[in-house]
C-alpha cells in the first residue's frame, strides 16, 4: 500500500471535518444526498461527454495503482535482465526462449521474443520504440481524465448552490427556514470545490508519477534486451540500467551491503 497516499486522504478529510466540529458544527450538515447527486452526477457527465467511454472505464480501473505501488521493482527486473545476459552469453540468444513462458510482463515478453527470433537490435528498437509511444500517447489521457474533473467540480458546485438558493427564494415568507436552506445550498460549493482540490487533482498528480515510472521501467527493459542482442557483458549491462533509475546511488549501496 502507499501509505503517502492514503495518510494524505485521511489527514486531508481529518482536518476537515475536524475543523468542523471545533467551530460547533455538525457533520450532517455537510451530508446532502442532493448537493452530491448534481455535484458528482455532473461531473461524470461532463467527463464522459470530453472523453470516449473507454479511456473513463481504464482510468476508473487505475485509480487502484494511486493507493496500490507496482508490485514489480525496478531492481528484481535489471536483475532478471542481468541473468538473461548471463545465460545468452554462456548459451546463446535462442536460450532464452526457454524462459519466454515464465514472463508475465507483456513488454518484457514481446522484446525478448524478438530477440530471440533473430532481430536485429536496431530493428528491435524501432518496433519497441513505436509501441513505446503509442503506449505512452494513450496513457497520457488517464489523468488527463481526473484533471478534468478537477476543472468541472467547482463550476458544477456553484451550479448546485445557485439552484438551492433558487428554491430557497421560492420560500421567503417561511424566514425560518431560509437560513438553513442557505446553508444546505452551499454545500455543494463544499463538494465541488473539495472533491477537486482533495481528490480529482492529486489523484491526476500520482497517476502521472504512476504512469511515468512505468515508462521508465519499459523503456529500461527495452535497452536491456536491445544490449542482451548485441552481447553487452552483463555486468556493464547492470551498470547501464541502473542509470535509469534516479535512486542508482542508494541501489547501489545496497547492492554492495548485501555483497559483504
Do not use: C
Amino acid at each position: 500500500m502507499d501509505k503517502s497516499s492514503l495518510s494524505g486522504i485521511f489527514l486531508a478529510l481529518g482536518g476537515i471535518v475536524a475543523g468542523l466540529l471545533l467551530e460547533g458544527g455538525n457533520f450532517r450538515q455537510i451530508l446532502q444526498p442532493t448537493a452530491a447527486m448534481i455535484v458528482f452526477g455532473g461531473t461524470l457527465g461532463a467527463v464522459m461527454l470530453q472523453f470516449p467511454l473507454p479511456v473513463v472505464l481504464h482510468a476508473f480501473r487505475r485509480l487502484g495503482s494511486v493507493f496500490v505501488a507496482s508490485k514489480q521493482a525496478p531492481q528484481a527486473t535489471i536483475q532478471r535482465l542481468v541473468q538473461y545476459a548471463q545465460k545468452a552469453r554462456r548459451d546463446g540468444i535462442v536460450s532464452l526462449d526457454a524462459e519466454l513462458g515464465q514472463i508475465e510482463d507483456p513488454f518484457l515478453k514481446k522484446s525478448l521474443m524478438l530477440a530471440v527470433d533473430g532481430t536485429e537490435p536496431q530493428e528491435l528498437r524501432k518496433i519497441m520504440e513505436l509501441e513505446l509511444d503509442n503506449q505512452a500517447e494513450y496513457e497520457e489521457q488517464v489523468p488527463q481524465v481526473f484533471e478534468s474533473a478537477g476543472g468541472f467540480a467547482p463550476t458544477i458546485g456553484i451550479i448546485g448552490a445557485v439552484l438551492g438558493l433558487i428554491q430557497v427564494m421560492q420560500h421567503l415568507d417561511k424566514i425560518d427556514e431560509v437560513g438553513r436552506g442557505i446553508a444546505v445550498a452551499f454545500v455543494a460549493t463544499i463538494y465541488g470545490v473539495g472533491s477537486a482540490n482533495l481528490l480529482y487533482l492529486p489523484i491526476a498528480g500520482k497517476m502521472k508519477l504512476r504512469i511515468r515510472d512505468e515508462q521508465i521501467a519499459r523503456e529500461m527493459t527495452l535497452e536491456g534486451v536491445a544490449s542482451i542482442l548485441e552481447g553487452m557483458n552483463p555486468r556493464m549491462l547492470e551498470t547501464k540500467l541502473l542509470g535509469f533509475l534516479v535512486e542508482a546511488g542508494e541501489v547501489r549501496a545496497k547492492a554492495a551491503g548485501a555483497g559483504e
